[in-house]
């Protein structure tokens, strides 16, 4: 990775014009995270206290859940800075690259991407592994499936909740960054001045360029690396439930996901090697999808392998579904049925992936609908992206109903967990993939700001249309192992939480799953009102200078690139705070006023209708996206051929717009949301447990379980104490 | 209510011109009624075939089961013909009242709505009633708690199945045709030829208008009466549970919903007489409110009252409740608990009212917030409208969550049941209100269209504008009901079915949860989508006969008014079948293959996420409508007054055309959509409960029951069988 990553600092830079301009992006990313960090100090002091607090009212918790918090809030953050700093050297170093080949451009773009992909996976892998290995050392002193495990496990979990916890700000505060600056770039840019995309005359076009690096770059580093790290954890936490008779003194099940991401890991590495085309025509896409490919079917044969190895022969089960001493009929699995599992895992994944492709893909039915629709104006074609996306959740959930269904048949709880872990493994090479796409679109915006020949702008061009394919298929790969993630977690929760049920036909768990429902509407509703705010703020800035300053559009004075800059930082700070904390309080709030069981209700509402409001809104953004785009190139509606400039483009235009927001914020959100919701609640869930609380805090515990038969209680003890 | 009707026919029609056209309007309303129908009667009859023949497999159901479902059917398209026919009257006697004075044309539309509101209530209690009393007397013999009140119950359900179907098919073709027809006429008309609107010129204005009535008046009806009849069934259901010493032999809490519906339409004929105004400045809003209220506050004293006459002193408690022949601790209620329910019923009703009112009414923040953001163009007038329509869920969900936690609280699952009869007691006040609008509208378009002096069209807009309104807060109190309602039926579903958790924490109900989520989204997409297309259609038709017959726009030629009457019907009659056999299809089909639980995990997911879009969608679109209606009288946009066609005025028009559909097809129909899956599933319980069928359909029956200690499967039967 230092190799890749001092091979991308030795490329060449371009003019001084190149320098001058990237240099601008740079500073405006850093001026970004450093805002961001400060605000996010606070908070991470503030939650860390809370947290050593909480660590010592409760047996099997410790006050060094603050430590581990502190060290995963630190490595999200760390991550989302190394992949920008990366990105912010390979864009100009593209676009120099594309004065000579499509090949070469490739190949710097793509580095970056890797350097990225690879430091995010490194640090969680190191990260997560060595804190376990630590707490391992100093909690589990007799049994490995016992309480001291649980412990140490609990204590890993702050890790996790760090680490999402920075992830969530750095995807909503990026998001809204990066949208904010396009729409009120484009808005008065192109719309209003009828100046090109990333024309240097644009005061706007800076900030724009500097929202494609925080938001989809940093953003995109802290959302994935949270999700890897969570879904490890809620496999080991599940894990430690499997009584498994393993030459690794029974811990076989809780490392299992750290060796998978390993080899997805190296894997990895692997498939980025072979990702390189020759001519100026070979297909991009295809390099890629045999790197992916590569790399997973890789993963997939060496994860046998190592299950044969670690798992033992024989029956394996959980210390949950144990009554008097034996594992109840159908709920014990073998290693085959973890491996099955993992199968599941990836199959959904790449389902999900390419489901996404379908309703997003240019030239498909869903989008030559939603153009067809531009023809009869803006509303018809904003009612036909609202139904194309809305539909487009249909498959999608249908295939991870199947996915829980089957991963749960082929090794129960931990087989849905271990699933997602496979879905994750190679996460280093999905986000190479996923961050070649904005290094690329920044080459471009350097390429034209900086006016160099057209054949450079149309190599990065080509690499930007594979980069907007990849970015969405990345989200359908994303909402659909956050969906798994949070399932895991919610086991995990409901362990933990020493429950037998969430029975939602109990009136409280069933308000608690209307409320949840509820949470990613108002979550979507502030995240796309604040790129509406912020936007209009940016386009009367940019009127004001177009007025103010004499002399910009003949290219006589330079625009006030910083101010714009400022407003898109200062917005997207201030309008992260309320979603995060609605995210951060609720589960706390809900769990401790009414008991875990209405917890899980909320749990089930908030996934539910987060993974539905994640599918509908990045799909109908996409689908916008691209039904505009398909009018660069011209697009035939009822026997007339329709271009740029035309009404119905002009209609696509608008779609677009309300996309944007759409796909680059809320929607991808969701996925944050969901997880980091979970992950709260697992962190504060021995805290709810009944048996370890004073009974001031259970009285909405179901009645039936204080008054259930003995046998019932010796089962719930069993669960607990086992 | 026959005087009344008698009354209005009697009032004048007007000139030969008036005459003509409203006789288009309602021989246009009849052609779609009459095609709904015999598409309508096909499925009808198969249904009760299938009815009929289930009805013989089970011991608790019977082959009666298809005579109350095709009761049941008549009579909800009965109670949509009724509204229509006093609607397609009293739109063209209003017209000529309106020529006299304000109170006049009040006096005939508000008696128009009357007419309807009581015809439907009178029609659901005495048919409900009398079937009731019938199977009553046919099947129970022994033990009004036990099993044959049981199958009673279940035969009447048929009734509410037969109801609840033809209202979905009613709302969803409905809300087509109308939106269809509106969107077709106002894109050419409007926007295009630039005439206004309900021109006599436009060919689709006659459709326009027959949509007012067969979408909001025949359709509503069938809803109201569909959530009328569906309330009282629930409640009745869980009622038997309810071990009651009263003087009527134990059945007064299966009594008590019926009485409390005739309490309720008794007082609204109260409320109803109150409402009239004087002057021509005098409120008509608040002549609505007095006689509203009135109706409310009488039937809540009364009710006080009957519940004390009806129901014993003392503990009361329902058989699922018992454990060992002793109530669980926590389980009982009284009936002043029951009487808390019903209030907790009414305040809820209330509430949800006034938060739609804010959320879609002129000159508040949401309404507001919309126009400023129109002055940056159409995308963020949308993005505006729906960040509104997303965040308008927070407070109804967080109300709706009070009231069932409130609810159960005073009365376990009998009091959510009874608090949604509560609710729904005054629906023929709450039809009058709501019909009396599109009766006013319609009136105005003949006003328009006779080319009548313009104080006339000055009245009938004063009643439009206050019934738009009204209109909203209708929808607030719908979904309410509707989501109460739903929750009663699948509580009484649990029993029926025999189970006794509905645990979501299985991965099979988790699944079945994520499926029953997706549905309201699938459902939305093709209702909207459905609209979309029939719109294009409606315009290329009316730009065909602008360029085909000349003179139209000289007043010269007559358009073919017939033709765009013809595809809407024919589109509307098209698409409502697909969007109506997924929500009759799905429950069964699940059930069926994967057994009550994920049933009820199915519907949980459908309720909730139903009741989010239905929110989201309708207030979207009433907010989206009165931010366009602001511009009539001109908005102030930082400093700047802006008018009708001024731009910002154009992007609100996009807001309102994408409203369109949200706010009058697939919103309101989320509330039949939640309902009819709890009824079919309702239907369907006695053959899924695992003790009454072949061991080889609860395969998917969790082991644990299988397996459970002899005390609870002792439990489990006492449930069924007592």
Redesign the interface.
């Known amino acids: 990775m230092l190799v890749k990553s001092a091979w991308v600092t030795k490329q060449e830079t371009g003019d001084a014009n190149m320098t001058e301009l990237s240099g601008y992006i740079a500073d405006g990313a850093m001026a970004f995270l450093r805002a961001e960090w400060k605000i996010l100090s606070y908070f991470v002091i503030i939650a860390a206290v809370l947290l050593a607090w909480s660590g010592t009212t409760v047996h099997n918790s410790s006050p060094l859940i603050a430590g581990s918090f502190l060290i995963g809030a630190f490595l999200s953050a760390f991550a989302g800075y190394l992949g920008m700093r990366i990105a912010t050297k390979a864009n100009v170093r593209t676009t120099q690259a594309a004065k000579t080949s499509l090949a070469q451009a490739l190949k710097v773009s793509f580095t970056g991407g890797t350097v990225m992909g690879l430091g995010v996976a490194g640090l969680a892998i190191i990260g997560l592994g060595s804190l376990f290995i630590v707490f391992f050392k100093m909690f589990v002193k007799i049994d490995v499936n016992g309480e001291d495990m649980a412990k140490a496990l609990d204590v890993l979990a702050g890790f996790s909740l760090g680490a999402e916890s920075i992830a969530l700000f750095a995807r909503v505060g990026g998001g809204i960054y990066t949208k904010a600056a396009d729409?009120g770039a484009d808005?008065v840019g192109k719309?209003e001045a009828g100046i090109p995309e990333d024309d240097v005359r644009n005061p706007a076009t800076i900030a724009d360029n500097v929202g494609d690096n925080v938001g989809d770059v940093a953003g995109m580093g802290a959302d994935l690396f949270g999700s890897y790290v969570a879904t490890m954890l809620a496999t080991m936490v599940l894990g430690r439930e499997i009584h498994s008779n393993d030459a690794m003194g029974g811990i076989a099940p809780v490392l299992l996901p750290m060796v998978i991401a390993g080899l997805g890991l190296i894997f990895s590495i692997v498939g980025a090697g072979l990702v390189r085309i020759k001519g100026e025509h070979d297909s991009v896409q295809k390099a890629l999808n045999i790197g992916n490919w590569s790399s997973i079917v890789l993963t997939a044969i060496a994860t046998y392998f190592v299950v044969q190895w670690m798992l033992p022969a024989g029956d394996l089960f959980m210390s949950r579904d144990l009554?008097n001493g034996v594992p109840?009929?159908?709920?014990s699995f073998t290693r085959d049925g973890v491996f099955g599992a993992i199968l599941v895992g990836l199959v959904v994944g790449t389902l999900m992936s390419i489901i996404t492709e379908y309703y997003t893909a240019m030239g498909k039915r869903p989008v030559l609908?939603i153009i067809r629709?531009s023809s009869?104006?803006?509303?018809?074609n904003?009612?036909?992206g609202?139904?194309?996306?809305?539909?487009s959740?249909?498959l999608p959930?249908?295939v991870?109903?199947?996915g829980?269904?089957g991963s749960?048949h082929f090794a129960g709880?931990y087989g849905?967990a271990i699933a997602a872990a496979g879905m994750m493994a190679t996460t280093a090479m999905q986000l190479a993939i996923d961050a070649f796409g904005p290094i690329a679109d920044n080459a471009g915006g350097i390429a034209e700001m900086s006016g160099l020949p057209p054949e450079v702008r149309e190599r990065t061009d080509n690499l930007d249309a594979v980069g907007n394919t990849t970015a969405a298929t990345g989200k359908g790969f994303a909402i659909a192992s956050a969906a798994l993630t949070s399932?895991a977690l919610?086991?995990a929760f409901?362990g933990v939480a020493g429950i037998a049920?969430?029975?939602?036909?109990k009136?409280?768990v069933?308000?608690?799953?209307?409320?949840g429902?509820?949470i990613p509407?108002?979550f979507?509703?502030?995240a796309?009102?604040a790129?509406?705010r912020a936007?209009?703020a940016m386009?009367e800035e940019v009127r004001r200078q177009f007025r103010e300053i004499p002399g910009i559009m003949e290219y006589k004075a330079k625009p006030e690139y910083e101010k714009c800059v400022a407003i898109s930082t200062k917005a997207s700070i201030r309008e992260m705070v309320a979603p995060g904390l609605i995210a951060l309080i609720t589960p706390v709030i809900v769990g401790f006023a009414f008991g875990p069981e209405v917890l899980?209700?909320l749990l089930?509402?908030v996934t539910?209708?987060g993974?539905?409001m994640g599918i509908?809104q990045s799909n109908a953004g996409g689908a916008w996206d691209n039904a505009k785009k398909s009018f660069e190139k011209g697009v035939e509606i009822n026997g007339e051929t329709y271009y740029k400039k035309s009404e119905p483009h002009k209609a696509s235009?608008?779609?677009d717009?309300?996309g944007d927001?759409f796909k680059d914020t809320s929607g991808p959100s969701m996925n944050i949301l969901i997880k980091l919701m979970s992950i709260v609640s697992l962190v504060i869930a021995p805290h709810l447990n009944p048996n370890k609380v004073p009974p001031a805090s259970v009285k909405n515990q179901p009645?039936?379980e204080i008054?259930a038969?003995t046998?019932t209680v010796a089962k719930l003890n069993t669960v607990k104490y086992q």
Do not use: N, W
Not at 328 to 331: A, L, N, Q, S
Not at 376 to 380: I, K, R
């Open positions: 729409v808005l719309v009554a109840r009929v159908g709920t609908s629709q009869t104006g803006h509303a018809t904003i009612i036909g609202l139904a194309i996306g809305m539909e959740t249909v959930i249908l991870l109903a199947a829980i269904f749960f709880l849905v399932l919610f086991a409901v049920h969430i029975d939602i036909y009136a409280d069933l308000a608690g799953l209307f409320v429902g509820m509407f108002i979507s509703a502030l796309i009102s790129v509406g936007a209009m386009v899980g209700g089930a509402g539910v209708s993974v539905l509908f235009v608008t779609g717009t309300v927001p009645v039936k008054k038969p046998a």
